[in-house]
């Protein structure tokens, strides 16, 4: 019975060691995913002008009367005038779309009658067009009212494919961060080590708005050609980047 008891006590301390020397490896591996207890994290942007490359525009074709297939023969008749003038301008049938159709009752209250009634209709057809010449901007919005078109929309100008610009703007932000990081790390007599995280905030361009329509609003088509000046744009590309010290 006491020799059991000794063979017993033998293999629970050589178990014991086993189960050590498999645990150390897994505490080690734990202690260096730990999140080390100094670090710095550091923030920069970098920014670079550039000219716009597209002008966008919206037109609209409005009708009102009373018989709701008459308005869409004359709608119909007044869009395909006015996108036939733009491709004649040069406008390729990819950068034309079609954005809303909308056929509304226009309802009138009868005060005698105490009641409402439909006395007519509303047919509103928008467009959207991109234009990448900007010299054909002028005589587009010019020619427009001539084909029937009534309601003009802001011109904006906007870069087309920002993404390769804040590529740019991008590296010079990490730049000017890790610059930072290493002088805050100097000035505190520390060491950056191992970059432990970063993130991008990078932002496009605010669309541009032409002055001659002014920001945002709808203007009555006119067969004057508006002057448009498409001037240029910022865009900004923010970072920040966690270092740890050592």
Request: no cysteine.
């Given at each position: 019975?006491?020799?059991?008891?000794?063979?017993?006590?033998?293999?629970?301390?050589?178990?014991?060691?086993?189960?050590?020397?498999?645990?150390?490896?897994?505490?080690?591996?734990?202690?260096?995913?730990?999140?080390?207890?100094?670090?710095?994290?550091?923030?920069?942007?970098?920014?670079?002008?550039?000219?716009?490359?597209?002008?966008?525009?919206?037109?609209?074709?409005?009708?009102?009367?009373?018989?709701?297939?008459?308005?869409?023969?004359?709608?119909?008749?007044?869009?395909?005038?006015?996108?036939?003038?733009?491709?004649?301008?040069g406008l390729e049938s990819k950068d034309i779309?079609?954005?809303?159709?909308?056929?509304?009752?226009?309802?009138?209250?009868?005060?005698?009658?105490?009641?409402?009634?439909?006395?007519?209709?509303?047919?509103?057809?928008?467009?959207?067009?991109?234009?990448?010449?900007?010299?054909?901007?002028?005589?587009?919005?010019?020619?427009?009212?001539?084909?029937?078109?009534?309601?003009?929309?802001?011109?904006?100008?906007?870069?087309?494919?920002?993404?390769?610009?804040?590529?740019?703007?991008?590296?010079?932000?990490?730049?000017?961060?890790?610059?930072?990081?290493?002088?805050?790390?100097?000035?505190?007599?520390?060491?950056?080590?191992?970059?432990?995280?970063?993130?991008?905030?990078?932002?496009?361009?605010?669309?541009?708005?032409?002055?001659?329509?002014?920001?945002?609003?709808?203007?009555?088509?006119?067969?004057?050609?508006?002057?448009?000046?498409?001037?240029?744009?910022?865009?900004?590309?923010?970072?920040?980047?966690?270092?740890?010290?050592?």
């Amino acid at each position: 019975m006491e020799n059991t008891y000794e063979k017993l006590k033998a293999a629970l301390v050589v178990g014991g060691i086993i189960v050590a020397l498999v645990a150390i490896p897994s505490v080690i591996a734990w202690g260096n995913s730990l999140y080390p207890s100094r670090t710095v994290t550091v923030s920069a942007d970098g920014k670079i002008t550039v000219s716009p490359d597209i002008a966008t525009v919206s037109f609209s074709v409005l009708t009102q009367g009373a018989d709701p297939v008459k308005l869409e023969t004359d709608n119909a008749k007044r869009m395909t005038d006015a996108i036939n003038f733009v491709k004649s301008e040069g406008l390729e049938s990819k950068d034309i779309a079609t954005t809303s159709y909308n056929l509304s009752p226009n309802y009138e209250y009868d005060k005698y009658r105490k009641t409402t009634y439909i006395n007519g209709y509303t047919l509103t057809q928008t467009a959207n067009l991109k234009i990448r010449d900007f010299s054909k901007v002028a005589p587009i919005l010019g020619g427009l009212s001539e084909r029937g078109v009534n309601q003009i929309g802001s011109v904006t100008f906007s870069v087309e494919d920002a993404d390769k610009y804040l590529a740019s703007a991008r590296s010079e932000a990490f730049a000017k961060a890790a610059a930072k990081a290493a002088e805050m790390a100097k000035a505190t007599g520390a060491h950056l080590g191992r970059i432990l995280g970063f993130s991008d905030y990078g932002s496009g361009p605010q669309p541009y708005y032409s002055a001659a329509e002014g920001r945002g609003g709808i203007m009555t088509a006119a067969s004057v050609a508006p002057p448009v000046e498409p001037g240029t744009q910022e865009l900004t590309a923010q970072v920040s980047i966690t270092y740890e010290l050592q």
